[in-house]
């Protein structure tokens, strides 16, 4: 495990972009924070969209300096790779458990090169792509991946010691185990994030096995210039789609799944492909199937118009049924919901289905924060501390509270940095700045 220290002052659990956020903000206060990340790079979802609503801007060109700033922020001391195993009150903070997952290299060492991925013989589908594209089975996550350091999956591996061979820094190591340490720290803030909800949640939709009926996360793939394809192209046959269908509240807004609530980003994530789909290819059509149109944040009204005005075609209806056909495209039965109310069939080439919002980890377990109704974390006093959860000294930022855009995911990680802050104030905690110097 590299050095941890044995005190900080808060502990950020997700490194995506509330995560990283808060302890920014924190760090740029005084403050030492422990920043942990389960997976092998920070950046959450926003490092693998393509652009954001409503200003089209490159999401990595805005995630990737924050990411850079958060790794080299010197009160902040990122952790990637590593999972938080237990948290314990203690005194006047909480002892912290991580479990720190193999890379079977050695971290510091690495220096990215990717010579041991040119050099690995095996191909498995990339998770960053979801699915679409593929990758080795060592490999560095992604171009944009912070720390820019190799990792092994070892269920993919054959061991056939190629990586080994070829490592300039002769820094592999197969047999590397899962580490522990203990910490402890003053405040936690909970900065989780979402998953999307399942492609089997809806069984009418295909289960997620008719490949042209996708993920948006994927199509946010597809679109980007560092994706799979390099350009739009339907992953069944490699054919340039015409005629592209959006399923909207396809996991949201359903009791029947357990899902009730709106996922709030779906519109605006739904409009900005469609839109962006009309730039990359002159002749498509795209539909958008829709119950209402929630377009609720500064700037996106005038998005949705923007979207109309260039093009795109919404319908106002339910889809309740996607059939594959001989040759890969789609048929929809649609419920339309105007004043004839009559079922019909659509014919398209693509189907993209606009999947809702879900936790992506229950941090009751560990940390004994209560969930809400929805299973986001429960903010007791929504109003005025929308950010301060169930247990004293812990608190919630970004999609872990609740749905949200990327704006009100910073907003809030801004408050449960400044809550957390307080905090510590309040506690009488008397930080760690003083005993661990910055280096100069
Ligand atoms: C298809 C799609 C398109 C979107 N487009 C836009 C857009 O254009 N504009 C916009 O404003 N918003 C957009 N959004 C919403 C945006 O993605 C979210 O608002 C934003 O990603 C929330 O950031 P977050 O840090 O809360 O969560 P995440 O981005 O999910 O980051 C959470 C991080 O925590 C880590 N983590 C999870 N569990 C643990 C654990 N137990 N221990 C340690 N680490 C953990 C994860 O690996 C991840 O790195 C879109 C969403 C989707 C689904």
């Not at 009926?213 to 054919?239: C, F, H, T, W």
């Not at 709030?264 to 002749?283: E, F, N, P, S």
């Not at 118009?305 to 040759?327: C, F």
């Not at 008397?430 to 005993?435: E, I, Y």
Request: proline share 6%; charged share 20%.
């Amino acid at each position: 495990m590299p050095y941890i220290h044995d005190r900080y002052d808060a502990l950020v659990i997700g490194g995506g972009i509330a995560g990283m956020q808060a302890a920014l903000d924190l760090g740029e206060q005084g403050f030492d924070v422990l920043l942990v990340e389960k997976g092998p790079s920070i950046g959450g979802v926003m490092v693998g969209l393509n652009k954001v609503f409503p200003t089209l801007d490159c999401s990595s060109c805005i995630c990737t300096p924050r990411m850079a700033e958060s790794a080299h922020h010197p009160r902040i001391r990122l952790q990637t790779y590593t999972e938080v195993q237990a948290v314990r009150r203690d005194g006047a903070g909480f002892a912290v458990e991580l479990l720190k997952k193999p890379r079977y290299l050695d971290e510091t060492a690495c220096i990215g090169c990717g010579e041991c991925e040119l050099a690995c013989p095996i191909e498995v589908p990339h998770e960053f792509d979801y699915g679409l594209g593929a990758r080795r089975a060592i490999y560095i996550p992604h171009g944009n991946a912070i720390p820019q350091k190799a990792v092994l999956s070892v269920e993919d591996c054959v061991f056939c010691g190629k990586c080994e061979k070829v490592c300039p820094a002769d820094c592999m190591d197969f047999t590397q185990l899962p580490e522990r340490v203990t910490t402890m720290v003053g405040a936690v803030i909970v900065a989780t994030g979402l998953e999307i909800t399942p492609m089997d949640a809806k069984p009418h939709y295909g289960r997620g096995l008719i490949p042209n009926v996708m993920s948006p996360l994927a199509m946010e793939r597809i679109q980007s210039s560092n994706g799979p394809y390099g350009r739009v192209l339907r992953p069944a046959d490699g054919k340039v789609p015409r005629s592209i269908a959006y399923v909207q509240c396809a996991g949201s807004r359903d009791r029947s799944i357990g899902i009730p609530y709106c996922s709030r980003v779906c519109c605006m994530y739904a409009l900005k492909q469609a839109l962006l789909l009309r730039h990359y290819i002159h002749d498509v059509e795209v539909t958008l199937y829709y119950m209402d149109i929630r377009a609720f944040g500064k700037g996106y009204e005038q998005f949705y118009r923007r979207a109309l005005a260039e093009g795109v075609k919404v319908v106002k209806g339910k889809v309740g049924r996607i059939t594959e056909l001989e040759n890969y495209d789609l048929s929809l039965r649609v419920e339309l919901l105007d004043e004839d109310q009559r079922l019909v069939e659509r014919r398209h080439e693509l189907v993209v289905l606009s999947q809702g919002l879900i936790p992506a980890w229950h941090p009751s377990a560990i940390l004994g924060i209560e969930e809400a109704d929805d299973h986001f974390i429960k903010a007791p006093d929504l109003k005025v501390a929308p950010s301060v959860t169930t247990v004293a000294g812990t608190f919630a930022a970004g999609v872990a509270a609740g749905p949200k855009d990327i704006p009100d995911a910073i907003v809030e990680a801004g408050d449960a940095a400044m809550a957390a802050a307080n905090y510590l104030a309040a506690m009488g905690w008397n930080g760690t700045a003083a005993r661990v110097p910055v280096p100069a």
